[in-house]
């Protein structure tokens, strides 16, 4: 079960772009990387997942150096709808340990 | 809107009682993945049903009990109430039984509060 490690909390401003790092230093070959967001009383949502190199959607970027030993979510121009709390997930779903994640908040 | 239905969504009980918290996948979806959030705490994985049987079990507590149905809703047992049992219950189901690359689509939640 690959753990991993994320800064409890991040504050940014609005507009900013916002990078949250999670370190998962025993990642298994075959373990994709997810990030969940979570709002206040809400079930998390799905951001994006990834597996090696760089990942881009509609809402966020996801990069994966290539010893897979971290991952970084980068949130361009954030806004004050982006305050959440942020899950890095790595393995399958029946292994997954979301952790306490990252409490982010966005400053008007 | 997630495709996954919850019910209740707010459930007020005493210590000692028993409820049952029921859960609908999305249209497709074979699994179903239960989770327990206290406050101010991250997700707590219970137990996962596939396709009608029990998939992986996490911290789910023995007065805890799930049950995956022929129609693919779940529903979660809790007995023997205590306080510290209250929390935000979520249901996430995925088409698969579990694989790398699954994505789990999460309900609203059941609140349930044990006084």
């Known amino acids: 079960l690959a753990k991993t490690t994320q800064p409890i909390s991040m504050d940014s401003y609005e507009g900013q772009e916002v990078n949250i790092t999670c370190s998962h230093n025993n990642i298994a070959t075959n373990d994709y990387i997810t990030w969940y967001q979570q709002f206040p009383s809400q079930g998390p949502r799905f951001i994006i997942q990834g597996y090696k190199t760089k990942v881009t959607n509609e809402v966020a970027s996801l990069f994966i150096p290539a010893d897979r030993k971290s991952s970084t979510l980068s949130l361009p121009r954030v806004s004050l709808s982006d305050t959440a709390v942020y899950y890095c997930l790595v393995g399958a779903p029946e292994k997954l340990t979301f952790g306490t994640g990252t409490r982010l908040t966005i400053i008007p | 809107d997630s495709g996954v239905t919850q019910t209740p969504k707010h459930l007020i009980t005493a210590t000692g009682q028993r409820v049952t918290l029921r859960c609908s996948p999305r249209?497709?979806?074979?699994?179903v993945y239960w989770y327990q959030q206290s406050l101010d705490q991250g997700l707590q994985f219970l137990i996962q049903y596939y396709n009608g049987e029990e998939r992986a079990k996490g911290n789910i507590l023995e007065r805890f009990s799930a049950q995956q149905f022929p129609d693919l809703h779940s529903e979660l047992n809790l007995s023997s109430l205590e306080l510290g049992d209250s929390a935000l219950y979520f249901c996430?189901?995925?088409?698969?039984?579990?694989?790398?690359?699954?994505?789990?689509?999460f309900g609203p939640g059941t609140r349930l509060t044990v006084l």
């Open positions: 249209s497709g979806d074979l699994s």
């Open positions: 996430a189901s995925s088409p698969t039984p579990g694989q790398g690359t699954d994505t789990q689509y």
